[in-house]
Protein backbone atom coordinates (compact mmCIF):
# COMPACT_ATOMS: atom_id res chain seq x y z
CA UNK A 1 0.00 0.00 0.00
CA UNK A 2 1.51 3.34 -1.11
CA UNK A 3 2.24 6.23 1.46
CA UNK A 4 -0.81 8.84 2.13
CA UNK A 5 0.07 12.17 3.22
CA UNK A 6 -3.08 14.20 4.89
CA UNK A 7 -2.86 17.80 3.59
CA UNK A 8 -4.18 20.62 6.02
CA UNK A 9 -6.43 23.46 4.85
CA UNK A 10 -3.70 26.42 3.36
CA UNK A 11 -4.37 29.87 3.53
CA UNK A 12 -4.79 31.05 -0.42
CA UNK A 13 -1.79 34.11 -1.40
CA UNK A 14 -3.17 37.26 -3.16
CA UNK A 15 -3.00 37.78 -6.80
CA UNK A 16 -0.59 39.93 -8.60
CA UNK A 17 -1.42 43.30 -10.55
CA UNK A 18 -3.01 43.72 -13.48
CA UNK A 19 -2.63 44.05 -16.87
CA UNK A 20 -4.11 44.43 -20.33
CA UNK A 21 -5.44 41.86 -23.08
CA UNK A 22 -4.24 41.83 -26.54
CA UNK A 23 -5.67 43.09 -29.55
CA UNK A 24 -8.99 41.08 -31.74
CA UNK A 25 -7.66 39.30 -34.70
CA UNK A 26 -10.03 36.63 -36.73
CA UNK A 27 -12.98 36.51 -34.89
CA UNK A 28 -11.11 36.04 -31.43
CA UNK A 29 -8.67 37.60 -29.13
CA UNK A 30 -4.98 37.01 -28.63
CA UNK A 31 -4.37 37.46 -24.79
CA UNK A 32 -1.12 38.09 -23.27
CA UNK A 33 -1.63 38.23 -19.68
CA UNK A 34 1.36 37.91 -16.85
CA UNK A 35 -0.39 37.76 -13.81
CA UNK A 36 -3.30 36.27 -12.20
CA UNK A 37 -5.22 39.16 -11.43
CA UNK A 38 -5.21 39.80 -15.36
CA UNK A 39 -6.00 35.77 -15.88
CA UNK A 40 -9.22 36.33 -13.64
CA UNK A 41 -10.35 38.78 -16.23
CA UNK A 42 -10.08 36.67 -19.63
CA UNK A 43 -13.50 35.32 -20.78
CA UNK A 44 -13.10 31.77 -21.91
CA UNK A 45 -13.92 31.56 -25.71
CA UNK A 46 -13.17 35.34 -26.73
CA UNK A 47 -9.15 34.37 -26.77
CA UNK A 48 -7.31 31.79 -28.17
CA UNK A 49 -5.33 29.83 -25.07
CA UNK A 50 -1.40 29.32 -25.16
CA UNK A 51 1.09 28.93 -23.27
CA UNK A 52 0.79 32.56 -22.51
CA UNK A 53 -2.42 32.10 -20.90
CA UNK A 54 -1.77 28.75 -19.13
CA UNK A 55 0.09 26.98 -16.24
CA UNK A 56 2.07 28.46 -13.61
CA UNK A 57 1.85 32.34 -14.02
CA UNK A 58 5.20 33.38 -15.34
CA UNK A 59 7.54 34.55 -12.55
CA UNK A 60 5.99 32.75 -9.97
CA UNK A 61 8.12 31.28 -7.01
CA UNK A 62 7.26 27.64 -6.15
CA UNK A 63 8.00 25.77 -2.91
CA UNK A 64 8.62 21.68 -3.78
CA UNK A 65 6.04 19.74 -1.80
CA UNK A 66 6.30 16.18 -1.12
CA UNK A 67 9.47 15.12 -2.82
CA UNK A 68 8.84 11.84 -1.89
CA UNK A 69 6.15 11.20 -4.18
CA UNK A 70 3.72 9.41 -2.05
CA UNK A 71 0.17 9.84 -3.07
CA UNK A 72 -1.76 12.73 -1.56
CA UNK A 73 -4.80 12.34 -0.21
CA UNK A 74 -6.92 15.30 0.65
CA UNK A 75 -9.94 14.66 2.60
CA UNK A 76 -10.10 18.05 4.90
CA UNK A 77 -12.70 20.46 2.83
CA UNK A 78 -11.41 23.82 1.90
CA UNK A 79 -8.00 22.89 1.44
CA UNK A 80 -6.30 25.14 -0.87
CA UNK A 81 -2.90 24.24 -2.44
CA UNK A 82 -1.15 27.36 -4.12
CA UNK A 83 2.31 28.37 -5.65
CA UNK A 84 3.66 24.70 -5.08
CA UNK A 85 5.89 22.29 -6.95
CA UNK A 86 4.02 19.20 -6.48
CA UNK A 87 5.65 15.70 -6.33
CA UNK A 88 2.74 12.47 -6.29
CA UNK A 89 -0.53 12.38 -7.49
CA UNK A 90 -3.62 14.07 -5.43
CA UNK A 91 -6.56 12.35 -4.87
CA UNK A 92 -9.03 14.97 -3.69
CA UNK A 93 -11.71 13.26 -1.40
CA UNK A 94 -13.06 16.64 0.12
CA UNK A 95 -15.32 19.67 -0.86
CA UNK A 96 -14.51 22.95 -1.89
CA UNK A 97 -10.62 21.91 -2.39
CA UNK A 98 -8.31 24.49 -4.69
CA UNK A 99 -5.28 23.60 -6.42
CA UNK A 100 -3.80 26.89 -7.80
CA UNK A 101 -1.06 27.93 -9.72
CA UNK A 102 0.95 24.57 -8.97
CA UNK A 103 3.42 22.66 -10.72
CA UNK A 104 1.54 19.10 -10.68
CA UNK A 105 4.18 16.24 -11.25
CA UNK A 106 2.06 13.33 -10.24
CA UNK A 107 3.68 9.45 -9.02
CA UNK A 108 6.62 7.84 -9.73
CA UNK A 109 5.25 4.23 -9.73
CA UNK A 110 2.51 3.09 -12.75
CA UNK A 111 -0.72 3.13 -11.50
CA UNK A 112 -2.22 -0.32 -11.05
CA UNK A 113 -5.29 1.00 -12.51
CA UNK A 114 -6.79 4.28 -14.32
CA UNK A 115 -6.62 7.24 -12.35
CA UNK A 116 -4.68 10.95 -12.90
CA UNK A 117 -2.30 13.08 -11.71
CA UNK A 118 -5.24 14.78 -10.54
CA UNK A 119 -8.04 11.98 -9.37
CA UNK A 120 -11.57 13.21 -8.46
CA UNK A 121 -13.14 10.03 -8.73
CA UNK A 122 -14.03 10.12 -5.01
CA UNK A 123 -18.04 10.07 -3.73
CA UNK A 124 -17.20 13.06 -1.65
CA UNK A 125 -14.85 14.73 -3.87
CA UNK A 126 -17.70 18.43 -4.94
CA UNK A 127 -16.93 21.48 -6.70
CA UNK A 128 -13.03 21.16 -6.66
CA UNK A 129 -10.96 23.68 -8.96
CA UNK A 130 -8.25 23.52 -10.75
CA UNK A 131 -6.83 26.60 -11.88
CA UNK A 132 -3.69 27.43 -13.56
CA UNK A 133 -1.50 24.53 -13.24
CA UNK A 134 0.99 23.06 -15.40
CA UNK A 135 0.23 19.46 -15.33
CA UNK A 136 3.00 17.21 -16.71
CA UNK A 137 3.55 13.91 -14.94
CA UNK A 138 7.20 12.59 -14.23
CA UNK A 139 6.39 9.39 -14.94
CA UNK A 140 3.74 9.03 -17.39
CA UNK A 141 1.72 6.05 -17.93
CA UNK A 142 -1.06 4.27 -19.83
CA UNK A 143 -2.89 4.63 -16.74
CA UNK A 144 -2.30 8.52 -15.62
CA UNK A 145 -4.69 10.89 -16.74
CA UNK A 146 -3.86 15.09 -16.18
CA UNK A 147 -7.61 15.07 -14.60
CA UNK A 148 -9.66 12.68 -14.34
CA UNK A 149 -13.14 12.69 -12.75
CA UNK A 150 -16.38 14.46 -11.93
CA UNK A 151 -17.53 17.89 -9.68
CA UNK A 152 -14.60 19.40 -11.00
CA UNK A 153 -13.45 23.06 -12.72
CA UNK A 154 -10.63 22.76 -14.85
CA UNK A 155 -9.21 26.05 -15.42
CA UNK A 156 -6.24 27.98 -17.59
CA UNK A 157 -4.30 25.02 -16.86
CA UNK A 158 -1.50 23.48 -19.31
CA UNK A 159 -1.57 19.38 -19.73
CA UNK A 160 1.07 17.35 -21.42
CA UNK A 161 2.24 13.94 -21.10
CA UNK A 162 -0.58 12.39 -19.95
CA UNK A 163 -2.64 9.45 -21.29
CA UNK A 164 -5.97 11.73 -21.59
CA UNK A 165 -5.71 15.09 -21.18
CA UNK A 166 -8.94 15.38 -19.06
CA UNK A 167 -11.36 12.38 -18.35
CA UNK A 168 -15.24 13.20 -17.25
CA UNK A 169 -17.84 10.93 -16.11
CA UNK A 170 -20.18 11.38 -13.01
CA UNK A 171 -19.67 8.65 -10.86
CA UNK A 172 -21.25 4.86 -11.26
CA UNK A 173 -23.60 4.11 -8.96
CA UNK A 174 -24.03 7.44 -7.62
CA UNK A 175 -25.82 10.92 -8.88
CA UNK A 176 -26.31 11.37 -12.80
CA UNK A 177 -24.69 14.58 -12.50
CA UNK A 178 -20.86 15.13 -13.34
CA UNK A 179 -21.31 19.03 -13.23
CA UNK A 180 -17.19 19.63 -14.78
CA UNK A 181 -16.28 23.14 -16.38
CA UNK A 182 -13.33 22.94 -18.65
CA UNK A 183 -12.45 26.37 -19.69
CA UNK A 184 -9.06 28.09 -21.14
CA UNK A 185 -6.84 25.22 -20.88
CA UNK A 186 -4.18 24.37 -23.42
CA UNK A 187 -3.81 20.37 -23.89
CA UNK A 188 -1.63 18.86 -26.27
CA UNK A 189 1.46 16.46 -26.99
CA UNK A 190 -0.13 13.25 -24.76
CA UNK A 191 2.00 10.28 -24.45
CA UNK A 192 1.45 7.25 -26.31
CA UNK A 193 1.89 3.84 -25.40
CA UNK A 194 2.04 1.26 -27.93
CA UNK A 195 1.62 -2.02 -24.95
CA UNK A 196 -1.70 -0.48 -23.40
CA UNK A 197 -3.48 -3.30 -21.22
CA UNK A 198 -6.59 -1.87 -22.94
CA UNK A 199 -6.53 -1.48 -26.42
CA UNK A 200 -4.47 -4.09 -28.81
CA UNK A 201 -3.29 -1.20 -30.94
CA UNK A 202 -1.93 0.87 -28.48
CA UNK A 203 -3.25 4.07 -26.43
CA UNK A 204 -6.19 5.87 -27.61
CA UNK A 205 -5.05 9.18 -26.13
CA UNK A 206 -7.86 11.76 -26.18
CA UNK A 207 -7.38 15.23 -25.56
CA UNK A 208 -10.74 15.55 -23.56
CA UNK A 209 -12.75 12.05 -23.13
CA UNK A 210 -16.20 12.55 -21.61
CA UNK A 211 -17.98 9.27 -20.93
CA UNK A 212 -21.19 10.52 -19.31
CA UNK A 213 -22.78 12.25 -16.78
CA UNK A 214 -24.89 15.46 -17.22
CA UNK A 215 -24.08 19.36 -16.58
CA UNK A 216 -20.55 19.31 -18.59
CA UNK A 217 -19.22 22.45 -20.55
CA UNK A 218 -16.54 22.59 -22.37
CA UNK A 219 -15.63 26.29 -23.57
CA UNK A 220 -12.67 28.10 -25.02
CA UNK A 221 -10.06 25.77 -25.20
CA UNK A 222 -7.27 25.39 -27.54
CA UNK A 223 -7.32 20.82 -27.42
CA UNK A 224 -4.44 19.30 -29.87
CA UNK A 225 -4.93 15.59 -30.57
CA UNK A 226 -1.02 14.62 -30.61
CA UNK A 227 1.08 12.86 -29.29
CA UNK A 228 4.32 11.86 -27.80
CA UNK A 229 6.03 8.55 -27.89
CA UNK A 230 6.39 7.08 -24.59
CA UNK A 231 9.87 5.72 -23.03
CA UNK A 232 10.59 1.93 -24.07
CA UNK A 233 7.37 1.93 -26.61
CA UNK A 234 6.89 1.41 -30.29
CA UNK A 235 6.28 4.40 -32.00
CA UNK A 236 2.27 4.95 -32.97
CA UNK A 237 1.06 3.73 -36.52
CA UNK A 238 -0.63 6.73 -37.05
CA UNK A 239 2.37 9.00 -36.32
CA UNK A 240 1.89 11.83 -34.36
CA UNK A 241 -1.96 12.01 -34.41
CA UNK A 242 -3.74 10.56 -31.28
CA UNK A 243 -7.28 9.01 -30.57
CA UNK A 244 -9.84 11.73 -30.11
CA UNK A 245 -9.10 15.53 -29.76
CA UNK A 246 -12.85 15.59 -28.20
CA UNK A 247 -14.91 12.84 -27.73
CA UNK A 248 -18.57 12.72 -26.37
CA UNK A 249 -19.85 9.22 -25.99
CA UNK A 250 -22.06 7.12 -23.09
CA UNK A 251 -19.91 4.32 -21.67
CA UNK A 252 -20.20 5.06 -18.37
CA UNK A 253 -24.09 7.28 -18.13
CA UNK A 254 -26.37 8.92 -20.78
CA UNK A 255 -25.42 12.61 -21.28
CA UNK A 256 -27.29 15.65 -20.90
CA UNK A 257 -26.28 18.79 -21.17
CA UNK A 258 -23.76 19.04 -22.57
CA UNK A 259 -21.73 22.19 -23.70
CA UNK A 260 -18.83 22.59 -26.25
CA UNK A 261 -18.39 25.83 -27.36
CA UNK A 262 -15.90 28.08 -29.03
CA UNK A 263 -12.80 25.58 -28.80
CA UNK A 264 -9.83 25.21 -30.99
CA UNK A 265 -9.47 21.93 -31.88
CA UNK A 266 -7.23 20.33 -34.45
CA UNK A 267 -5.21 16.96 -34.58
CA UNK A 268 -6.18 13.05 -33.36
CA UNK A 269 -7.96 10.38 -35.65
CA UNK A 270 -10.90 12.57 -34.86
CA UNK A 271 -10.71 16.19 -34.06
CA UNK A 272 -14.58 15.97 -32.29
CA UNK A 273 -15.90 12.41 -31.90
CA UNK A 274 -19.46 12.28 -31.18
CA UNK A 275 -20.98 8.21 -29.92
CA UNK A 276 -23.93 7.36 -29.36
CA UNK A 277 -22.74 3.98 -28.52
CA UNK A 278 -24.88 0.89 -27.35
CA UNK A 279 -26.61 1.37 -23.79
CA UNK A 280 -28.91 4.35 -25.10
CA UNK A 281 -31.25 4.68 -27.58
CA UNK A 282 -29.63 8.29 -29.13
CA UNK A 283 -27.28 11.01 -28.02
CA UNK A 284 -27.60 14.84 -27.26
CA UNK A 285 -25.11 17.65 -27.18
CA UNK A 286 -24.66 20.92 -28.76
CA UNK A 287 -21.33 21.16 -30.32
CA UNK A 288 -21.03 24.81 -31.89
CA UNK A 289 -19.11 27.64 -32.98
CA UNK A 290 -15.79 25.93 -32.49
CA UNK A 291 -12.69 26.69 -34.76
CA UNK A 292 -11.40 23.30 -36.53
CA UNK A 293 -7.18 22.85 -37.89
CA UNK A 294 -7.02 20.24 -40.80
CA UNK A 295 -3.95 18.19 -39.29
CA UNK A 296 -6.69 14.76 -38.33
CA UNK A 297 -4.91 11.75 -39.16
CA UNK A 298 -5.13 10.62 -42.96
CA UNK A 299 -6.49 7.42 -43.92
CA UNK A 300 -6.28 7.69 -47.25
CA UNK A 301 -6.35 9.95 -49.91
CA UNK A 302 -7.07 12.69 -47.98
CA UNK A 303 -10.05 10.95 -45.78
CA UNK A 304 -9.74 12.71 -42.63
CA UNK A 305 -12.48 13.31 -39.93
CA UNK A 306 -12.60 17.03 -38.33
CA UNK A 307 -16.21 16.41 -36.78
CA UNK A 308 -17.70 12.43 -37.11
CA UNK A 309 -20.79 11.56 -35.72
CA UNK A 310 -21.32 7.89 -35.88
CA UNK A 311 -24.54 7.58 -36.19
CA UNK A 312 -27.23 10.20 -37.64
CA UNK A 313 -30.38 8.76 -37.16
CA UNK A 314 -29.17 8.49 -33.13
CA UNK A 315 -27.83 11.68 -32.72
CA UNK A 316 -28.72 15.23 -31.91
CA UNK A 317 -26.03 17.92 -32.16
CA UNK A 318 -27.34 21.47 -31.73
CA UNK A 319 -25.13 24.04 -33.22
CA UNK A 320 -23.19 21.70 -35.89
CA UNK A 321 -23.34 23.70 -38.60
CA UNK A 322 -21.59 27.25 -36.66
CA UNK A 323 -18.36 25.29 -36.38
CA UNK A 324 -15.94 26.97 -38.54
CA UNK A 325 -12.24 26.17 -40.00
CA UNK A 326 -9.77 28.46 -38.06
CA UNK A 327 -7.92 29.09 -41.13
CA UNK A 328 -10.74 30.47 -43.41
CA UNK A 329 -13.31 31.21 -40.94
CA UNK A 330 -15.35 29.33 -43.62
CA UNK A 331 -18.14 27.34 -42.19
CA UNK A 332 -17.89 23.58 -41.81
CA UNK A 333 -20.71 21.39 -44.03
CA UNK A 334 -21.25 17.86 -44.59
CA UNK A 335 -19.03 15.77 -47.00
CA UNK A 336 -15.69 14.12 -47.02
CA UNK A 337 -13.61 17.28 -47.64
CA UNK A 338 -16.22 19.49 -45.61
CA UNK A 339 -15.30 18.59 -42.22
CA UNK A 340 -18.21 17.12 -40.87
CA UNK A 341 -19.08 13.26 -41.75
CA UNK A 342 -21.22 10.70 -40.45
CA UNK A 343 -20.75 6.85 -40.42
CA UNK A 344 -24.47 5.76 -41.01
Avoid at 79 to 98: P, S
Avoid at 240 to 251: D, E, P
Avoid at 262 to 281: E, H, L, M, P
Avoid at 282 to 305: A, C, E, P, W
Amino acid sequence: MKQSIELSRRKALGLGAAGVVGAVAAGYATAAPATAAVRADLIPGTYKPTSLTTGVITGTVLKPYNTSYADLVITRDGTVLENLDIYGDIKVRARNVVIRNCRLRGGKHIPSSNTGVVDANSAYCYNLLVQDCTIIPDRPSYYRDGIVGHEFTARRNTIMRSNDGIGVFNRPGGSVYANVVIEGNLIKELTYWSNDPAHSDGTHNDGIQVQGGQNIRIVGNTVIGSIVTGAGSAPSPRGTHGGCTIMLQQNVAKLANVLVERNWVDDGQTSINIAVGSKYADIVVTVQKNFLGRNQFDFGNGSKYPIRIISRSRSKVSGLFTNRWEDNNVYLAEGRNLGIRYDS
